[in-house]
C-alpha cells in the first residue's frame, strides 16, 4: 500500500537559516510527487510537483525539492528561510492507477514550521 | 478569477444530524476531490467526482457521500453524525488531470 512518511512533526528555524523538511514514500512504481503548505485557517497551495525527469525540482517562493529513488525520499530545501515560510507543510503522492489525477493524493501527517527571528 | 469556493465555512451540527458540505470549482474545472482533515489524521482522501461519475473513494464508511451537478459544483453529505465527523473538510477542483487548487474549507464541528 502506498504510503507518505514525514518523520519531523515540527521544526523551528532561526529567520535566515537553511530548511530541510523530510519526505519518504512508500509506492511499487515511480510515483508523481508534492509538497502542499497550508497556512493558518486557509487551504492547500501546491509548493512544487515531481513527475519524471530532472531529480532536482523547483518551486514557488525560492523552495526546491529532489527524488532520490534508492532512498524513496522527497525532501524539501530552502536555502534561507523568512518569517513568512512559517505554516505547515505537507507532501504527498499520487498513484498513476487513477489515470495520473494530481488530485486523487495520499498526504503525509504534515511537519508544523516556525520561524524564529 | 474566483478560486474554488466552499460552504459553509463553519458548521455546527448534533451528534446524529446530517451535514451538508458544497464546493463550488474554478471556472472550467470538471473534477471535485474531497478530503478529512482531521486532527491527529492528517489529510485523507475521501471522494473523487469527474465529469458528473465518481471515480475514486477513500476508506470511509457509506454514511459519507456525494454527487457532483451539472454545473461541476459538488456536495458532500455525511449521515448519521458522530463526534469523530468532527474536522475540516477541504474540497479540491481540477481541470481533467491537470493541477488541483484548494479551497478553504469547511469546518464541522459534531457536539
Known amino acids: 500500500a502506498q504510503s507518505v512518511t514525514q518523520p519531523d512533526i515540527h521544526i523551528t528555524v532561526s529567520e535566515g537559516a537553511s530548511l530541510e523538511l523530510r519526505c519518504n514514500y512508500s509506492y511499487g512504481a515511480t510515483p508523481y510527487l508534492f509538497w502542499y503548505v497550508q497556512s493558518p485557517g486557509q487551504g492547500l497551495q501546491l509548493l512544487l510537483k515531481y513527475f519524471s525527469g530532472d531529480t532536482l525540482v523547483q518551486g514557488i517562493k525560492g523552495f526546491e525539492a529532489e527524488f532520490k529513488r534508492s532512498q524513496s525520499s522527497f525532501n524539501l530545501r530552502k536555502p534561507s528561510v523568512h518569517w513568512s515560510d512559517a505554516a505547515e507543510y505537507f507532501c504527498?503522492?499520487?498513484?498513476?492507477?487513477?489515470?495520473?489525477?494530481?488530485?486523487?493524493?495520499?498526504f503525509g501527517k504534515g511537519t508544523k514550521l516556525s520561524v524564529k527571528p | 478569477e474566483a478560486g474554488v469556493t466552499q460552504s459553509p465555512t463553519h458548521l455546527i451540527k448534533t451528534r446524529g444530524q446530517q451535514a451538508t458540505l458544497r464546493c463550488s470549482p474554478i471556472s472550467g474545472h470538471t473534477s471535485v476531490y474531497w478530503y478529512q482533515q482531521a486532527l491527529g489524521l492528517g489529510l485523507q482522501f475521501l471522494l473523487w467526482y469527474d465529469e458528473g461519475e465518481e471515480r475514486n473513494r477513500g476508506n470511509f464508511p457509506p454514511r459519507f457521500s456525494g454527487r457532483q451537478f451539472p454545473n461541476y459544483s459538488s456536495e458532500l453529505n455525511v449521515n448519521a453524525l458522530e463526534l469523530e465527523d468532527s474536522a475540516l473538510y477541504l474540497c479540491?477542483?481540477?481541470?481533467?488531470?491537470?493541477?488541483?487548487?484548494f479551497g478553504q474549507g469547511t469546518r464541522l464541528t459534531v457536539v
Open positions: 504527498a503522492v499520487g498513484a498513476k492507477d487513477y489515470g495520473g489525477s494530481q488530485g486523487n493524493l495520499i
Open positions: 479540491a477542483t481540477a481541470w481533467g488531470r491537470t493541477e488541483a487548487f
